[in-house]
C-alpha cells in the first residue's frame, strides 16, 4: 500500500498545532510550579483541620476554600496564617521561641513595638520624631510560604526574585540583594532583584576593609540599619548605600554557627514599617542562608562562585540589546566528559520575554527548537567550540511562515544563544558577497537606456572602486580601471555583446603599474531584444585570474624549457652512443686465424648513463693479437670520447712495437702530463697464437682469468696503478702460457661493480665462468657462436650491471691443431 502523505500545507498546519499544544503545556508547568510553592502550606493547614475538626482532607480543603472567599484573600494565605498561628517559628539564635513576636503580629496595635526586637540584638533605635506604628501583621503566615517558595529557587538571581516578592515585598521591600563570603573575608553579591544592574556591577565584590554595612552585617556586626538624612541625620545614601530606599537593612546570614554572607533589603516607606519586623528578618535570614548555599553550589563550583555571565555590568549590556539573548551552561547527562545533552539557561535578557527561564532546560523553555533541527547543531556548537550560524523555522510562537536566523557563540562554559526574525534577503546578500569575495568573482549587469553599469563590491574593488559606494557606474568610469593597453580589447568586446552575438570572454590587466597589475577575465552574454536582434541586456562576471595566469606563463615557460633540454638531451644521447659504438662496436672483430673469439657490452643498469667502457680485439701485423679492456671514469660524452681516444692510441702504441707494459706506461705519462682529472683502468695483453703465450699488463683493473676444462682461474701477475694517478707509475709484463682449448677472459670492473658486491666479486666471475664452461663441455665443438653463448651464460649468471656503470666482457679461445 503506498504511504500516503499529507499536503505541505497540512504539515505546516499540524506543525502549528503542536507548537500551541506545547506552549499551552509549558503554561501549565509553570502553574503547577508556583503552586508547588505553597503547596506544602496548605497540605499542612489541611492536616491541621483534619486533625482538629474530625474531617476528611477534602472536606477541610473547603474549609480553607470558604474562609477565602468570605475574607477575599488567597488560599495559600488563609493556610499560611494557620500553620503561623499553631506553629512555633524558632528564633535562629537560639536564644527563645519567636512565637511572642509571631503572637504581636496578630495583637492589637497597642502592643509595644521594643518586643519584636530579637533578643540577641540591641534595640533598634527609632529616628528622631517618628511615629510608633502597630506590628506588621500575618508575618507567621508569611513565613512559612517563604518556607515553601524558596524551596524552588534553582538560582541565586531566582532566590532573590522569591524573597523578594514572596517573603518581604509585603513589609514594603522595593530591593533585595544577596552576598557570599569568600575565604579572604571579601563579600560577593550573587542575586539580586529591584537593583539597577549598574548599582550592582559596582559593589560586585566588596573588600572587608571598606566597613559597608552589608560586610559589617556579614562579619558578625548583626543587623545594620540606615536611613536617610531626612529620617535620621545619619548617613548619606551614596556611602555604602547599596539598595534603593529610604530605609536600608543589612542581615546576616548563618548556616547553623557560621555566617556565610549577607542579606541586603531597601524600603521607600517609614523606617518604622521596617523595624516592626526585626524578628521577621532574623528568622528569614536563616532560611535564606540554607538555600543560598545550595543554589550556589548547584550553579557549579564552591558557595560565592558567579555562574557564567553573572557579571551586571555584562547583564546590561545584553539587556540593552534588541535581540533575545541567552547565557547557556551546558549539560552532560552522567557528568564528567559525556557528550552535552541539554543547555541550561544561566542568564535571559529582558528581550526574551517575561517567562522566567533561569535554571531551566533550553529543551524546556524552546521546545519547538528542538522540532527545527537546529537544536542538534546548537549541542554541536557546545560540544567543538564552534560557532553556529544557521536559520530555522519559527520555535518561538511567531507563526509557521517566519523564518528565523539563530547564531550559537560559544561562551566560557557553555554558549550565548540569540535568534532573530530573518526573511532571507540579507542573509543571501550576505552569502553572496562572501562567495564573491572567497571566490574573486564579481557580478556587473547592464541595460539599454539604463543610467550605467551595476556592479557588485567585489566587481567594483576588481576594478578599482569604492566597493561601499552604492549606485551605477559609468562605463567610461569602468573602463578607467582597465589598463591603457586593453582598453581597445574591451571596446571591442562590448561591441561584440551589443550585437547581440553569442557569449564571449576577454582578459584584461587592471591596476597601476606592472608590479601592482592583475589580470582580470570578463565573461558575458547578451539577451537579445526579439524586435531589434540587438542586445537588450548584458549579464556577466568579472574574475580574477591573475595567479591562473600566472601559472598558466611560468608552465609555459617550463614547458618551453624541457622541451628544448629534451632536444638537447636527444642530441647528446645521439651523440654519446654513437661515441661508444665507436669504443665498443656492437658488430664482431673480423675472424682471426687459430682463435675463436667473441665480446660482450653490458650497459648500466640506467640506459641513459653513457659510461666510458671499451674494448679492442684486434689482429696487429707481425701475428700478435691485442686484447685490451678498459674504463675511463665518469660519464657522458666526455667519457665516451675519452673512451674511444684511448682505444685508438692504445692499438696505435702496440701496433708500433710497445709491449702492453710500454704501451701502458706511455698512457700514464700523456695523462698526467696533459692534467686528466679522469683516472683509466687498462688491461692490456698481446696473444701469439703460433707460441700460445699471453703477455699482459694491467693498470687499475684484475688480471685476466684463464678457463681450462671445467676450472677458471686468474692469471699470477702484478697489477699496476690506474692511468692518470701517478706520473712516476711502473708497469710490469707478465707471460701467461696457454693450451689449446683454453678461453682467456678480459673484463672490466663494472660489469661486478654492483651495490651488493663485496670485496670478494672476482670469484664471482671465477664460479659464473665455470659453471658456464661445464655447460659448454657437453656440447660438441667450440665454434664462435658457442663462445657467443659462454659468454651470454656468465651475463645471465652475474646479473645486470649496476644503474652507474656498464661493463665488457671480452674472450678469446686457442683453437685446437689440426
Not at 629 to 635: E, L, S
Not at 699 to 705: V, Y
Request: with cysteine; proline share 8%.
Amino acid at each position: 500500500m503506498a504511504e500516503h502523505r499529507p499536503p505541505a500545507g497540512d504539515r505546516a498546519d499540524d506543525t502549528t498545532v503542536l507548537l500551541a499544544a506545547v506552549d499551552r503545556l509549558r503554561a501549565e508547568a509553570e502553574g503547577l510550579r508556583r503552586a508547588m510553592r505553597t503547596r506544602g502550606v496548605i497540605e499542612q493547614a489541611k492536616g491541621m483541620l483534619t486533625e482538629r475538626l474530625g474531617c476528611t482532607p477534602d472536606e477541610a480543603f473547603g474549609h480553607l476554600v470558604r474562609l477565602s472567599q468570605d475574607t477575599n484573600r488567597r488560599v495559600a494565605d488563609i493556610a499560611a496564617g494557620l500553620v503561623g498561628l499553631a506553629a512555633p517559628v524558632t528564633d535562629p539564635s537560639g536564644d527563645e521561641s519567636l512565637q511572642e513576636a509571631v503572637d504581636a503580629f496578630v495583637r492589637p496595635a497597642r502592643q509595644p513595638p521594643e518586643l519584636l526586637a530579637p533578643a540577641s540584638a540591641p534595640p533598634v533605635p527609632a529616628p528622631p520624631g517618628a511615629t510608633r506604628l502597630a506590628p506588621v501583621p500575618g508575618l507567621a503566615a508569611r513565613y512559612h510560604l517563604a518556607v515553601s517558595a524558596l524551596a524552588g529557587a534553582e538560582t541565586p538571581e531566582e532566590l532573590a526574585r522569591l524573597v523578594h516578592e514572596v517573603a518581604t515585598a509585603p513589609l514594603g521591600v522595593i530591593a533585595v540583594v544577596l552576598g557570599l563570603l569568600e575565604p579572604d573575608g571579601a563579600l560577593v553579591l550573587v542575586g539580586s532583584h529591584g537593583v539597577e544592574p549598574g548599582r550592582v556591577s559596582r559593589w560586585r565584590r566588596i573588600p572587608p576593609e571598606t566597613g559597608v554595612p552589608l560586610v559589617t552585617a556579614a562579619h558578625g556586626g548583626g543587623m545594620v540599619w540606615e536611613f536617610d538624612a531626612d529620617d535620621s541625620g545619619g548617613r548619606s545614601p551614596e556611602t555604602g548605600r547599596i539598595v534603593p530606599g529610604r530605609t536600608a537593612c543589612a542581615v546576616p546570614l548563618r548556616s547553623g554557627d557560621r555566617i556565610v554572607g549577607a542579606m541586603s533589603l531597601g524600603w521607600d516607606g517609614p523606617p518604622e514599617r521596617a523595624r516592626a519586623a526585626t524578628r521577621y528578618l532574623d528568622a528569614l535570614a536563616g532560611l535564606v542562608a540554607g538555600h543560598l548555599l545550595r543554589v550556589a553550589a548547584a550553579g557549579g563550583g564552591e558557595p560565592g562562585l558567579v555562574v557564567p555571565g553573572g557579571e551586571y555590568w555584562f547583564r546590561g549590556v545584553l539587556d540593552a540589546m534588541f535581540e533575545p539573548v541567552l547565557v547557556l551552561s551546558v549539560v552532560r547527562e552522567g557528568g564528567g566528559a559525556r557528550a552535552v545533552t541539554d543547555l541550561r539557561v544561566r542568564y535571559a535578557n529582558a528581550a526574551a520575554g517575561p517567562a522566567p527561564m533561569v535554571g531551566r532546560r533550553l529543551t524546556e523553555i524552546l521546545p519547538g527548537l528542538v522540532a527545527t533541527g537546529v537544536f542538534a547543531r546548537i549541542l554541536d556548537a557546545a560540544g567543538t567550540g564552534v560557532r553556529y550560524d544557521g536559520r530555522a523555522g519559527d520555535f518561538t510562537g511567531g507563526g509557521p511562515g517566519t523564518v528565523l536566523a539563530v547564531r550559537a557563540v560559544p561562551f566560557l562554559d557553555g554558549l550565548l544563544l540569540t535568534w532573530r526574525p530573518g526573511d532571507g534577503a540579507a542573509e543571501a546578500a550576505a552569502r553572496a558577497g562572501a562567495t564573491e569575495r572567497l571566490a574573486g568573482v564579481g557580478s556587473f549587469a547592464w541595460s539599454r537606456g539604463g543610467p550605467g553599469l551595476e556592479l557588485s563590491a567585489e566587481a567594483r574593488r576588481l576594478l578599482g572602486l569604492d566597493p561601499g559606494r552604492p549606485g551605477p557606474v559609468r562605463a567610461a568610469d569602468a573602463l578607467a580601471g582597465v589598463r591603457p593597453p586593453d582598453r581597445a580589447a574591451v571596446r571591442a568586446f562590448a561591441r561584440l555583446l551589443l550585437g547581440g552575438r553569442r557569449p564571449a570572454a576577454v582578459d584584461v590587466g587592471v591596476g597601476p603599474g606592472d608590479a601592482g597589475a592583475r589580470t582580470v577575465r570578463i565573461s558575458a552574454e547578451p539577451v537579445g531584444d526579439p524586435d531589434t536582434g540587438r542586445a537588450r541586456d548584458v549579464r556577466g562576471v568579472l574574475q580574477d585570474v591573475t595567479e591562473r595566469h600566472r601559472a598558466e606563463q611560468a608552465l609555459a615557460g617550463v614547458r618551453s624549457k624541457l622541451a628544448e633540454q629534451q632536444r638537447r638531451t636527444a642530441a647528446e644521447h645521439r651523440t654519446t652512443r654513437a661515441l661508444r659504438m665507436m669504443a665498443a662496436p656492437e658488430e664482431p672483430a673480423p675472424p682471426i686465424a687459430g682463435l675463436d673469439h667473441a665480446a660482450r657490452f653490458l650497459p648500466a643498469g640506467d640506459h641513459h648513463r653513457v659510461g666510458g667502457g671499451w674494448y679492442d680485439l684486434t689482429a696487429l701485423p707481425g701475428g700478435p693479437v691485442l686484447l685490451a679492456v678498459g674504463d675511463v671514469g665518469g660519464h657522458g660524452p666526455t667519457a665516451a670520447v675519452g673512451a674511444s681516444e684511448l682505444r685508438h692510441a692504445l692499438r696505435g702504441l702496440c701496433g708500433g712495437g710497445l709491449d702492453p707494459a710500454g704501451a701502458l706506461g706511455r698512457l700514464n705519462t700523456v695523462l698526467c702530463r696533459h692534467g686528466s682529472r679522469r683516472l683509466v683502468g687498462v688491461l692490456c695483453g698481446l696473444l701469439d697464437p703460433a707460441a700460445r703465450t699471453l703477455t699482459w699488463s694491467a693498470a687499475g683493473q684484475a688480471p685476466p682469468a684463464v678457463v681450462r676444462g671445467a676450472t677458471a682461474d686468474l692469471a699470477n701477475g702484478p697489477t699496476g696503478t690506474a692511468l692518470g694517478a701517478i706520473a712516476d707509475a711502473r708497469y710490469r709484463d707478465t707471460v701467461q702460457p696457454l693450451c689449446s682449448g683454453d678461453t682467456v677472459l678480459f673484463w672490466t670492473d663494472g660489469l661486478l661493480d654492483r651495490r651488493e658486491a663485496g670485496p670478494d666479486h672476482p670469484d664471482r666471475l671465477l664460479r659464473a665462468a665455470e659453471e658456464s664452461a661445464a655447460e659448454e663441455l657437453a656440447a660438441e665443438g667450440f665454434a664462435a657462436a658457442a663462445l657467443a653463448d659462454f659468454l651470454e651464460h656468465i651475463a645471465d649468471r652475474l646479473g645486470d650491471p649496476g644503474p652507474a656503470d656498464g661493463g665488457c666482457l671480452l674472450a678469446v679461445r686457442l683453437q685446437p691443431a689440426r
